[in-house]
Nanobody
Framework: QVQLVESGGGLVQAGGSLRLSCAAS????????MGWFRQAPGKEREFVAA????????YYADPVKGRFTISRDNAKNTVYLQMNSLKPEDTAVYYC????????????????WGQGTQVTVSS
């Protein structure tokens, strides 16, 4: 099993920045990828960004391209989401996810999920 602990959420003004962290623990060996998803009020959960653990290939949803950056620290088993130029529409609960299975990382079929962290962007 893999446990995910998120941090870094909070309240920020439009145009500001925030950095989310997700630390993985437990049986983290052979983890294939980690990703970020979000769910805004009245909307379905949507893909935000993902990164493969070994090769470091990154993937982004169109609304966040050019503004968000995903990265990982292999030694710390931690993934980060640097969010710049935040907009009110970025307001959502952000979820960290991890998978050992090889999969399409832009889809929600991850095996392990964090509890979510609230990101609120004021106008």
């Amino acid at each position: 099993q893999v446990q995910l602990v998120e941090s870094g959420g909070g309240l920020v003004q439009a145009g500001g920045s925030l950095r989310l962290s997700c630390a993985a623990s437990g049986r983290t060996f052979r983890v294939y990828a980690m990703g970020w998803f979000r769910q805004a009020p009245g909307k379905e959960r949507e893909f935000v960004a993902a990164i493969t653990w070994s090769g470091g290939s990154t993937y982004y949803a169109d609304p966040v391209k050019g503004r968000f950056t995903i990265s990982r620290d292999n030694a710390k088993n931690t993934v980060y989401l640097q969010m710049n130029s935040l907009k009110p529409e970025d307001t959502a609960v952000y979820y960290c996810a991890a998978t050992r299975a090889i999969m399409v990382v832009t889809t929600p079929g991850y095996e392990y999920w964090g509890q979510g962290t609230q990101v609120t962007v004021s106008s």
